[in-house]
């Protein structure tokens, strides 16, 4: 086949009939941000482009059994104008609010943010700091692949050919109020990350209870620093504490360079990131 | 070629026409005359190719001609037949918000959808609204000025057409 081809669903069934039949013959598109440059440069090649915009079922923001559940064509824009996502969700607020730009929000989808993969995803830290579990359908059922175990490498992810991701939930912890997220970029708006950061913490006593940390464009994937969260459980909050977490950080995350940073600075960086969120967080 | 056949109503006036199924949405508008759409980066960065469908500022070279079947789409050329898209060219033109005007339709486009929900926005805001598109003759300062001279007179007018 060398020509693209187009089909426009109209129901969830429809699509993943249709992934059945063509596998990797298909490309869900949505809002098409990362798809058409993809086109463009060539690295997609001509494939049947599976439009999953018009499916309303996809497209929601609800609380069901203590959790949150999004639909996987929720757009970045559906994210920000949320009550539900600004009151409940502060972190995921705020990265959705750094997102590209208001045109792009406009388009983008948080599934395909995750599906594309990249290790800049600006969804993926948030939702990793949320714990988020990622309901992936096909023809032969339903299934759930934590989002930690999601990421396999760069543009590399868990789902199959004849799998997407329909819908994304996590616990609505009155925790996730108090998230922060940082994204430090080239400039304000439209960029690709040199580093993001998101932390969730609680404390008791002066004491670290619970700690969740994940940053993007610091490793090959987005990553939940699970060694300095083990660092942190249960010491006490100290200066000497954020010193020895901050070096954690340093050594736990695996950058490289390129056009918009070094090696080296993102390192030096990823310390920096932790130390002002964690400082917000505490004071 | 052979191509899908799509019906989309641009700047009031239904259109039918074949678009390929990889095409922009970009490209399909300036092939068909819409030349006014402006043809930048085409990968989202910079902003000159902003139209607004179905109400909202989308950039054209990163959506698909297909996925404007069935709707509503408002290019610059179309902002002469509604009043707050008239008041923001006459702004731009008293300001001097233009210099090499490449920009301006994506500016004009970003502005009017931020307008039409935001009537009252600050400088703040409204640069946060035309954040994704780029000016690279840095004229930011007056484009800004320009939106918020219009912002201020909170002009609303009934009778737009509804796009």
Redesign the interface.
Known sequence: MN????I?PKTKEEILKILEQEKSEACI?A???NV??Y??DKIIP?KL?L?I?GIEELNYIKKNEGNLCIGATTTI?DLISSKIIREECSVLYQAAEDF?????R??ATIGGNLTDASPAADMAIPLLVLDAVLEVESMNGKREIYLKDFFLGPRKTALRDDEMITSIKFKNDPINKQGYFIKLGLR???AISVATIALILELEKNKVKDVRIAMGSIAPIPLRLFKTEEFLKSKEINDELLEKAINKVREEVNPISDIRASQEYRRYVSGVLFKRTFEKLTN | MEG?PIELTINGEKICAKA???Q?LLKFLRENGFTEVKCGC????C?TC?VIMNR????S????A??A?GKEILTAKGLEKQALGRKLQESFVKYGAIQCGFCTPGMLM?AKA?LDENPEPNKGEIR??I???LCRCTGYKKIVEAIYDVAEENYRVEGDINV
Request: charged share 20%; glycine share 8%.
């Open positions: 020509q693209f081809r187009y426009f598109v809002g098409c941000s058409l440059p086109i463009k001509p482009l439009d915009s824009s590209a730009d208001p045109t792009v406009n388009r304000q708006s439209m | 899908y390929q199924p990889e922009s085409e990968k989202g960065d902003g902003t909202k500022a989308i950039k070279c990163i959506t698909l297909m996925q079947n970003a931020y946060n609204a954040s994704g598109n």
